[in-house]
């Protein structure tokens, strides 16, 4: 059995978590005879910079695409208006097309989805990413003091509550993410529909970090052969501890004299350098550079550990970062946190790093121990990984999915 697919998207195809997170699940289902139109938001800047590169990528798999105009301002009234005119193109594209399953990345996509399964019976697939009302007022991006904020919040919560009852099956990020689903009376009566899809990785796309492949990083960075490299991979923004990374760092470099702290992120350098200068930290042992996606992976072998902190908030229960697969998949060790997700019980398990339970100097302590007594080698580090994070098997659970749900 295979599926006519209406995928819905606010993030662009265009975009870097498009390329990463949407096409490369699209393409393998496509290509076990899953039939997928691809409905996205695409900002103009990156449209006309990739979009015919991406056009091809899709013709190329076999994926039709759809792609309409993201808005940004103002704020919330250019969200509604996206949001509106998602529905229509879906719409009009289910009769066009007539689609047995609607799958939807997020609140915004699934208005739409929830739309078509009322109106003409098509299955919904509710794949959530987590508990985005909640990400935005923890993130201070829609403050409750605010009465239009507050208004809103209120709206997506009862949008979220419409779709936990409507839904015909749930993706969720992570264990932790859908044990808390399971509490809320919509899904009292059904808790086999919620299936469990960490963010995966193209392991193709992210190799091993040999040998050869280490000291091409640091010659092209110049980074001395026998320093020890701290890295951190993406944005930071709001949800990330800048400032806690780098109170580590200053105690990563007093146990080793040539350590570097290596940024692979889009963001300003100059914000990064001013948060480690207020902690006496030497501009020189930072090393801040952009990168394509192709790029990512050669810098990342420069690495002896990947560090990612993130705020433990109630919504990041349900987060599941995507750099910690790449990070893995590369052979690194990884200092992380607990209270995100279900990171704490995925390192524990692989034995592949620590997290963090104290953002203090005795806990920084204490986790510089236990990595120092972690065993195994980069490559059994990325063969622990590939059981959680192998995009393959995230196609064949969305593949069970569709199945499940044309069955």
């Known amino acids: 059995m295979t599926a006519r697919v209406l995928y819905i998207t606010y993030d662009g195809l265009t975009d870097p978590l498009g390329q990463s997170q949407v096409l490369p699940y699209l393409a393998g289902l496509a290509a076990v005879g899953h039939r997928i139109t691809v409905l996205s938001c695409e900002k103009p800047g990156r449209m006309a910079q ?17 792609p309409l105009a993201y808005h940004k301002r103002p704020p919330i009234l250019s969200s509604a208006l996206d949001a509106a005119a998602l529905q229509r193109a879906a719409l009009r594209l289910h009769r066009e097309q007539s689609f047995d399953i609607v799958h939807c990345r997020s609140y915004i996509p699934a208005r739409a989805g929830l739309a078509l399964k009322r109106r003409f019976g098509v299955k919904l697939l509710f794949d959530m990413r987590g508990f985005w009302p909640d990400e935005k007022v923890e993130g201070n991006n829609w403050p409750l003091a605010n009465p239009l904020y507050r208004a809103v919040y209120r709206y997506f919560k009862r949008l979220e509550s419409r779709l936990l009852r409507g839904a015909d099956h749930i993706v969720s990020l992570t264990e932790a993410g859908k044990a808390q689903l399971l509490t809320r009376p919509e899904l009292a009566h059904d808790p086999a529909q919620i299936t469990v899809i960490p963010c995966c990785v193209d392991f193709d796309h992210f190799p091993l970090a040999t040998a050869e492949r280490r000291k091409s990083a640091r010659d092209r960075l110049a980074i001395p052969a026998d320093a020890h490299v701290l890295a951190y991979l993406g944005s930071l923004g709001a949800w990330y501890m800048l400032d806690e990374m780098l109170d580590f760092f200053k105690l990563y470099q007093s146990r080793h004299d040539a350590a570097r702290f290596l940024f692979v992120t889009p963001d300003e350098p100059h914000a990064i350098r001013l948060v480690a200068a207020a902690r006496g930290i030497d501009p020189d042992r930072l090393l801040i550079a952009a990168a394509t996606r192709d790029e990512v992976p050669g810098l990342l072998a420069a690495a002896d550990l990947g560090i990612f902190f993130i705020r433990p908030v109630f919504s990041k229960t349900a987060s599941s970062p995507t750099k910690m697969g790449e990070m893995l998949a590369v052979g690194l060790p990884i200092l992380a946190n607990a209270g995100v997700g279900d990171v704490e019980a995925m390192v ?60």
């Open 348 to 407: 524990e398990d692989m034995e592949c790093g620590v997290a963090v339970r104290d953002f203090t100097s005795e806990g920084y302590t204490e986790a510089l121990g236990r990595l120092g007594s972690l065993d195994g080698s980069p490559d059994e580090r990325r063969r622990k990984a590939l059981p959680w994070f192998d995009v393959k098997l995230g196609i064949e659970r969305y593949d069970r999915v569709y199945r499940s749900l044309l069955g």
């Open 50 to 66: 990739d979009g015919n590169r991406m056009r091809r990528q899709c013709e190329a798999a076999g994926i039709g695409w759809t």
